[in-house]
């Protein structure tokens, strides 16, 4: 088994050329550029990102969140 830990600002989105990566659980829209680098890491080494495999509630899927919404850390 491999486990790689970090914290790498990632965000993946729901489209579907990612869910061999990373399923289609996000609670973000789109990918951003580590979103990006992370996805190319997992795949090219056969692993998945498994925050996003399985569905949770959205209110488990952020760890804060600001009160204008504007900002979302998961």
Known sequence: MKTVL???SA???KE??????CGGHSIHNEINHDGK???NFAMG????LMETWYQHKDINKVTWQ????KYITR
């Not at 579907?16 to 990566?21: N, R």
């Not at 600001?66 to 919404?69: A, E, K």
């Open 6 to 8: 970090g914290d790498f």
């Open 66 to 69: 600001s009160t204008d919404t």
């Open 45 to 48: 080494r056969d692993l998945a």
């Open 11 to 13: 965000k993946v989105g």
């Open 16 to 21: 579907s050329c990612l869910h061999p990566a």
């Open 37 to 39: 680098l992370m996805v």
